[in-house]
């Protein structure tokens, strides 16, 4: 053989090894970790989802009780809790009041303890006929009026009492203030809006379907809620038909237990059938390549086996898929993205 011969074969024999250089690597060397899941029968109904905005459940614009001069009015972004003062009217002119209705009650009380001395004096002096009975008739008459008339006087008391009270606008629920229409020094007269408080820790979403979809959702449903930065189920609290021959829908109301802004818009799917049994598996457990959708799934001998699906409806991190997979097969979810059909792996989650 000559060195030239000699010098070829060597060529071959190294553009083998390096030709079955990834086949070893692939199949000889250490097993690649996954993650797994277990396929499963779920429950589960095609979804649309519509457009929501979060509400707070206390939201009040709150008014003036009493016509006044406003001496103080809470910050916009002052936080109080229930019944803290928000807003202040001078209660001067009211406080003057008070104090001459306390003047004539005092006046009040006074006559009318003479009046019933007068009387408890002149029914002694009829017992020995040395007061006729139209004097008694008379002081009686006198004694029953003063007591009506600081009955009245004392009512119109607790009146102006409860109004310099109003003159407190308090806070009817723990929240912020959001809105200040009036300022400290102006006059406002009863009714007259002052501010508006908001409870952000009071939250629901309210969105509107389609109202052909009613029959599908009922309080206590646990739907999807998304507001672009995360996904969450969120529990129906009720659902209100609003349908007309103008706007066909029906309102849900979810109760939000996240801490988001007041008007974020967020996305509720709601289910648009009847629920039914398909088999899922999680959206991690799908790998998209050109040849189409497929699963891995391990068996028992610990090797992945590459399974041709179709998927069909959604829910959260679920999805229905149907082809060779049956429910209790094992699915992975993490580190599919370069397995190989027969290649053995090593199970990291149990």
Known sequence: MTRIDRMNRWIVAAAGLLLTAPVWAQFGGEEPKVEVAVAEQREMAPTMQVSGTVLSRSDAS??????????????VGTRVAEGDVVARIEDTTLRLRISELEAEIARGESRLEFLDAELKRFERLAETNLAAASQIDQTRSERDMAQSDLAVTRSRRAQLKDQIDRTRVRAPFPGVVVER?????ERVGVGARILR???????EAVARAPLRYYRFVQPGDE??????????????????????????VFELRLD??????????????V????????????????????????????????????????TGIGQGEWIEVAGPIQAG???????????????????ING
């Open 197 to 203: 408080l908001v409870n952000p820790d009071s939250l």
């Open 256 to 269: 939000i237990k996240k801490p988001l802004p007041v008007g974020q818009t967020v996305r509720v799917t």
């Open 271 to 310: 289910p648009t059938a009847d629920l039914r049994k398909v088999l899922a598996v999680p959206r991690d457990a799908l790998v998209l390549r050109g040849s189409g959708t497929a699963v891995f799934v391990i068996g028992e001998d610990g090797t992945a086996r590459r399974a041709t699906v179709s």
């Open 329 to 347: 097969d094992r699915v992975v979810i993490r580190g599919n993205e370069r397995l190989r059909d027969g290649q053995a792996v090593e199970i």
């Open 181 to 185: 229409v009036a300022r400290a020094g």
């Open 223 to 248: 739907l999807t809620v998304d507001t672009e930065d995360q996904v969450f189920e969120a529990p129906l609290r009720t659902v209100v038909s609003v349908g007309n021959e103008d706007l066909h």
């Open 62 to 75: 709150l008014s003036a009780e009493v016509e006044g001069r406003l001496v103080e009015v809470a910050d």
